[in-house]
Nanobody, 122 residues
Framework: VQLQASGGGLVQAGGSLRLSCAAS????????MGWFRQAPGKEREFVAA????????TYADSVKGRFTISREKTKSAASLQMNNLNPEDTSVYYC????????????????WGQGTQVTVSS
């Protein structure tokens, strides 16, 4: 199984980025896809998740109203639209997948991508 995250980069505060995650290597029916982030010296934290159907989403309070997660029609890919970015959003962003309903806990995810760097300048 491989998860490939892309779309990171450098953006000014107030700007936008769109992250993508493409999964391959197995049937992902009933797998939730989530995004986490980890800044230097900090623990990995939950950002957002979307269920296999795409009908249910959940967000960390810190990104609610600014970020939108969506599942692609193929169900093996998802995107994270990030608007109104601020320097506190600077992190390495990871996509991950788990069987079943969405979860905020990194330990419950089965597969992880390699991470993509997002840097927001003030």
């Amino acid at each position: 199984v491989q998860l490939q995250a892309s779309g990171g980069g450098l953006v000014q505060a107030g700007g936008s980025l769109r992250l993508s995650c493409a999964a391959s290597g197995r049937n992902f029916n009933n797998y939730t896809m989530g995004w986490f982030r980890q800044a230097p010296g900090k623990e990995r934290e939950f950002v957002a998740a979307v269920t296999w159907s795409g009908d249910y989403t959940t967000y960390a309070d810190s990104v609610k109203g600014r970020f939108t997660i969506s599942r692609e029609k193929t169900k093996s890919a998802a995107s994270l639209q990030m608007n109104n970015l601020n320097p506190e959003d600077t992190s390495v962003y990871y996509c991950a997948m788990r069987l079943g309903f969405h979860s905020n806990y990194a330990e419950s995810y089965d597969y992880w991508g390699q991470g993509t760097q997002v840097t927001v300048s003030s």
